[in-house]
Nanobody, 127 residues
Framework: QVPLVESGGGAVQAGGSLRLSCTASGRTVVGYAMGWFRQAPGKEREFVAAITWNEGNTYYADSVKGRFTISRDNAERTMYLQMGSLRPGDTAVYYC????????????????????WGQGTRVSVSS
């Protein structure tokens, strides 16, 4: 059973929007921060956004700040990434991840702090 399942990827033109979802079907997310990462072709995976369990704190990569919004619905065990003003540089496979240890008020940008990953959803932005 895949612990985290992403959906919502697709192909859009520059300036468009997409909403990604990540549902924790096989793992608890109670008390855990969650995050979004992405990997563009030929590049290493990079941090995009993270959110604490209590939804009080969010963190963004500079490259997406002001364009992307991370949120979560703990009752539904689902996290979202609303992406707007998309650019060709946003083209990547987007992965959701759950933090390694529960810490309700803390989240991190460090990839090594996450140990549960989804299989990814592809986003392609054309100019």
């Amino acid at each position: 059973q895949v612990p985290l399942v992403e959906s919502g990827g697709g192909a859009v033109q520059a300036g468009g929007s997409l909403r990604l979802s990540c549902t924790a079907s096989g793992r608890t997310v109670v008390g855990y921060a969650m995050g979004w990462f992405r990997q563009a072709p030929g590049k290493e995976r990079e941090f995009v956004a993270a959110i604490t369990w209590n939804e009080g704190n969010t963190y963004y990569a500079d490259s997406v700040k002001g364009r992307f919004t991370i949120s979560r619905d703990n009752a539904e065990r689902t996290m979202y990434l609303q992406m707007g003003s998309l650019r060709p540089g946003d083209t990547a496979v987007y992965y959701c991840a759950r933090a390694r240890t529960p810490f309700p008020t803390h989240a991190t940008k460090a990839e090594m702090a996450y140990d549960e990953w989804g299989q990814g959803t592809r986003v392609s932005v054309s100019s």
